[in-house]
């Protein structure tokens, strides 16, 4: 009898790790049928706001999107790094390979989807001359990444107001500006924490999902905005290999459809530009 128990207890143990272990692959299926779910980490505006538009064309493929919400530019990489997550989708090349080059990780794009041009503002100064009305020592607040904050300051010399050693160095740090004419101060700051900081400085260089996210319009309230050329395009990220996987191919396929696009440019109206 004690052995038939032992025997009995083994099967029900193995058994539930078995369903444990189907439990955290997201590639399994989910549910009844043969549904794939995939994990998708996001900045909640417009990228989350674009995957759920890709979520009706998905469910046609028997995939179900699921998306995590991101409110940094630090996790979403952790995570699919660490397996949590099948791609993610809030960043740009640049930031991508620097991030990855730092963190020893092998991450790769999947596929362009949009672009967020980033836009200078202020809470204080409504005139775009701002070469002429920018008063002396102010303080101008920017991304405190790499990428971004090279971006930033590329930004502000097209803006007349700094000049960098080389114009075409989108990793250029502060120590670049050789000319800085109105002796402005620059305050790093993380990316999401940008637009708070109106409060508080002349101006501030934002990336367009935390502006949206903030209640600016960028073709409106921006004083500065990137040109519609931007190289700067957001991208789906995955590690490297995954970008062959066949409900990734199905994700990139529906980011890229006309419905996808047609959302783009109803919902955002010149805001972020579609990069297909």
Request: proline content about 6%; hydrophobic content about 40%.
């Amino acid at each position: 009898m004690k052995k038939l128990l032992s025997l009995a207890a083994a099967a029900i143990l193995g058994s539930a790790l078995l369903l444990a272990g189907c439990g955290s692959d997201s590639n399994n299926a989910a549910g009844s049928g043969n549904k794939v779910t995939i994990t998708v980490g996001a900045s909640p505006v417009p990228h989350g706001e674009i995957l759920e538009q890709a979520k009706p064309l998905l469910e046609k493929e028997g995939i179900d999107l699921k998306v995590v919400e991101f409110t940094d530019y630090v996790k979403p990489n952790l995570a699919l790094n660490d397996k949590e997550l099948d791609a993610n989708f809030f960043q740009h090349i640049p930031y991508m390979d620097k991030f990855a080059s730092e963190h020893n990780m092998q991450l790769v794009s999947a596929g362009k989807v949009h672009i967020e041009p980033m836009g200078i503002y202020s809470k204080t100064i409504t005139d775009k001359n701002l070469d002429s009305v920018l008063p002396n020592g102010s303080k101008i607040a920017i991304p405190n990444d790499p990428s971004n904050s090279g971006r930033a300051l590329l930004l502000l010399e097209k803006a007349g107001l700094i000049t960098l050693k080389d114009p075409n160095n989108i990793y250029a740090t502060k120590t670049d500006i050789v000319s800085n004419p109105k002796n402005l101060e620059f305050v790093e700051l993380e990316a999401a924490q940008l637009p708070r900081s109106l409060d508080d400085v002349a101006l501030a260089v934002i990336n367009t999902n935390f502006a949206l996210e903030a209640g600016l319009n960028p073709t409106k309230d921006a004083l500065f905005l990137e040109d519609k050329d931007s190289p700067y395009a957001n991208i789906l990220t995955v590690r490297k290999g995954d970008e062959n996987r066949p409900e990734i191919q199905k994700l990139m396929k529906a980011l890229q459809s006309p419905e996808v696009k047609k959302f783009i440019e109803d919902k955002y109206k010149g805001a972020i530009l579609p990069a297909f």
